[in-house]
Structure formats: structure tokens, C-alpha cells
T-cell receptor, first 115, second 112 residues
Framework: NAGVTQTPKFQVLKTGQSMTLQCAQD?????MYWYRQDPGMGLRLIYYSASEGTTDKGEVPNGYNVSRLNKREFSLRLESAAPSQTSVYFCASSEVSGLDNEKLFFGSGTQLSVL | QKEVEQNSGPLSVPEGAIASLNCTYSDRGSQSFFWYRQYSGKSPELIMS????GDKEDGRFTAQLNKASQYVSLLIRDSQPSDSATYLCAVRETGTASKLTFGTGTRLQVTL
């Protein structure tokens, strides 16, 4: 009963390095999301994918790219990491976006530090 | 910039008391409202959703919505130490089917 699985759980990067955060869900959900959470800032949407084959920008997309590889997987890539991207990253999924009874299921998070 | 505002706390209540958590939002056209609970170091989990003015009860939790005042609240009756967590208010704004805007959260401490 895995739900939403994120890897890695922790990562330390140097400024300018690149990396990809992986996310997979086994609930057959259509919609997937990437959020970042910073102290005092709450959860902010980076990118989302309402269905397989589509992606859209959220509130804070700069410096990130995403790929909806298939219905299960949604990856987040940092091409050139910056200290401002130090944060906790959460992947989430939901069955259908926009419904009143929509429930987001979150992964366990990735703690990323950029030095 | 659409906003969802919460008092960061901490809100401290004794065990057995009622905890009242509040949230205001700026987009008058918002239709859907959610409360997520997040334990320290863990991911958020949905505990309540509300779409119509009035109260919605689920066990010890009651969500209250007043669209005219752009205000949504969460009441926790008979607070338990296990309720100690950060409570995130989330709002789906008009015309943004896939986007939730989260508040910064209120940290609740239930004391023995």
C-alpha cells in the first residue's frame, strides 16, 4: 500500500549542480503535483499535471522543469541548483483535479539543501 | 496575488478544551476549502473539506465557512495531545481547477 513514493528523502547539492526528484503513485490518479514548503511560506505549487501528457506551471516554476513520464510517474528537475531552492519538496496526487471532493495524497517529502 | 492568511501560532490549548483555528482568504469567488493536518517532519493529510456556508462536522472536527466574510475555521473539540500539529488551510480559487492555495499554517499545541 505504497501510495505516493518520492525519492530521494534527503539530498545535498552544490550550487550549479543538477538533479531530478522522482515521484510515483500507485493509486491510478490522473493528477499529480509538485509543491515546495519553506518556513513561513506554506506550501507553494511548482508545477502540476492534470492528466498524462499535460503539465502546467504553478506559482513558483522558475528554475524547475517537470516530466509526466506516464500516468504513474511525475519527475521534477533542477537544471542548475541555487541556494534559494533549499526547501522541502512534496509530490502529491489526486484522482481528478477540480472536484469538490478532491483529496491530495502527499509523498513523504524530499529535504533538499543547496550549498 | 491571491492570499490565504492564517495566524502562525503557536496556539496552546489544554487537553479536553476546544481549539479554534482560523483562516481568511482574499478571492471572493473561491468555492472549495480544505483543512490539512501536518505533523512535524511529516507530509500533510486532509482532515476536512467544506464547500457551502455553515458548519460541517466529522467526529471531533467541525469546519465552518462564511463566504460573505471570506472566513473559514476549524474547531477541534475535546483536544488531545495527538492533535498537536500544524493545520494548513487550503483554498481553491475561481477558475483554477488544479490549483490549491495554501496558508502558512497554524501550529497547535495541546498541553496536558
Amino acid at each position: 500500500n505504497a501510495g505516493v513514493t518520492q525519492t530521494p528523502k534527503f539530498q545535498v547539492l552544490k550550487t550549479g549542480q543538477s538533479m531530478t526528484l522522482q515521484c510515483a503513485q500507485d493509486m491510478n490518479h490522473n493528477s499529480m503535483y509538485w509543491y515546495r514548503q519553506d518556513p513561513g511560506m506554506g506550501l507553494r505549487l511548482i508545477y502540476y499535471s492534470a492528466s498524462e501528457g499535460t503539465t502546467d506551471k504553478g506559482e513558483v516554476p522558475n528554475g524547475y522543469n517537470v516530466s509526466r513520464l506516464n500516468k504513474r510517474e511525475f519527475s521534477l528537475r533542477l537544471e542548475s541548483a541555487a541556494p534559494s531552492q533549499t526547501s522541502v519538496y512534496f509530490c502529491a496526487s489526486s484522482e481528478v483535479s477540480g472536484l469538490d471532493n478532491e483529496k491530495l495524497f502527499f509523498g513523504s517529502g524530499t529535504q533538499l539543501s543547496v550549498l | 496575488q491571491k492570499e490565504v492568511e492564517q495566524n502562525s501560532g503557536p496556539l496552546s490549548v489544554p487537553e479536553g478544551a476546544i481549539a479554534s483555528l482560523n483562516c481568511t482568504y482574499s478571492d471572493r469567488g473561491s468555492q472549495s476549502f480544505f483543512w490539512y493536518r501536518q505533523y512535524s517532519g511529516k507530509s500533510p493529510e486532509l482532515i476536512m473539506s467544506i464547500y457551502s456556508n455553515g458548519d460541517k462536522e466529522d467526529g471531533r472536527f467541525t469546519a465552518q465557512l462564511n463566504k460573505a466574510s471570506q472566513y473559514v475555521s476549524l474547531l477541534i473539540r475535546d483536544s488531545q495531545p495527538s492533535d498537536s500539529a500544524t493545520y494548513l488551510c487550503a483554498v481553491r480559487e475561481t477558475g483554477t481547477a488544479s490549483k490549491l492555495t495554501f496558508g502558512t499554517g497554524t501550529r497547535l499545541q495541546v498541553t496536558l
